[in-house]
């Protein structure tokens, strides 16, 4: 039988949920899963955004969904389970991000944040890893977390947002321990500095901001978006059975100084 390197990176016929899918890396995501062969269902609160990636991909079911809402995550899993009749991967990319000096943060600010960017993608992979495992068949979960997981950043001050993804890689490691003879694989994504809908403007887009960014960045950049797919493929796929509870950085040496 010949070797094909890229087959385990194939997701023919199986279904990938995509959170946070209505525009930068969540749209991204969604159409690098869909060109692999996954059947993606895409999670955000913007019907006319999701529904307008959806019509580009080879086969793919928008939903229209707010993750911090009581029973959503069960919603969403449902509805992909009524759509194609299964669930493999999860991709918890849905976030949100406000830079505000920790004095100012409130505490309603700080744990609405912890809402939609740690107890949302918990309650999500949990309904879908007991899908998964009912199917018996296993999966994989990629958490989307940050740079700021993994360290402070300070002079861009978000205590909410750092305490969520440093809370999402151990939240990672947990489930992947507790999971791990189910066949449920549960991983971290990790990128630096992309452009993205959280980003423009604040990071890209200002030219002294940029400036700071190549300073502090080993390989003097930011990221293209391309830069993600490979990574990503890995995770979802077939090709990291063997990996669980791993943190994946892409982020051009940021976290290695």
């Not at 409130?106 to 007991?130: I, S």
């Not at 993804?165 to 500095?193: C, D, F, S, Y």
């Not at 995770?235 to 950085?249: K, N, Q, Y």
Request: with cysteine; aromatic share 6%.
């Amino acid at each position: 039988m010949p070797l094909d390197p890229l087959l385990p990176f194939r997701l023919d016929g199986k279904v990938a949920i995509v959170t946070g899918a209505s525009g930068g890396l969540g749209a991204r995501f969604a159409r690098v899963l869909d060109a692999v062969g996954a059947h993606v269902v895409l999670a955000a609160r913007r019907l006319d955004r999701i529904t307008a990636v959806a019509s580009e991909c080879r086969e793919a079911f928008a939903v229209q969904c707010d993750l911090a809402e009581p029973g959503a995550a069960s919603d969403l899993v449902a509805a992909a389970l009524d759509h194609y009749g299964r669930v493999d991967v999860v991709v918890n990319n849905a976030g949100v991000s406000e830079p505000i000096d920790a004095f100012d943060e409130t505490t309603d600010k700080f744990a609405h944040t912890l809402a939609v960017n740690l107890v949302a993608p918990f309650e999500l992979a949990r309904e879908a890893a007991r899908a998964m495992v009912a199917a018996g068949e296993g999966g994989s979960i990629v958490n989307i977390a940050s740079l700021w997981g993994m360290v402070g950043v300070g002079q861009i001050p978000e205590a909410g947002y750092a305490a969520s993804k440093g809370g999402l890689i151990n939240l990672t490691r947990e489930l992947a321990a507790q999971w791990a003879r189910t066949g449920v694989r549960v991983n971290t994504l990790a990128p630096g500095w992309f452009r993205s809908e959280m980003t423009e403007g604040r990071m890209f887009g200002d030219e002294r901001s940029e400036k700071w960014l190549r300073q502090r960045t080993p390989m003097g950049r930011g990221g293209e978006p391309h830069e993600l797919d490979g990574a990503l493929l890995f995770l979802a796929s077939d090709a990291s059975t063997f990996v669980t509870g791993s943190i994946v950085c892409v982020d051009g040496g940021w976290t290695a100084v």
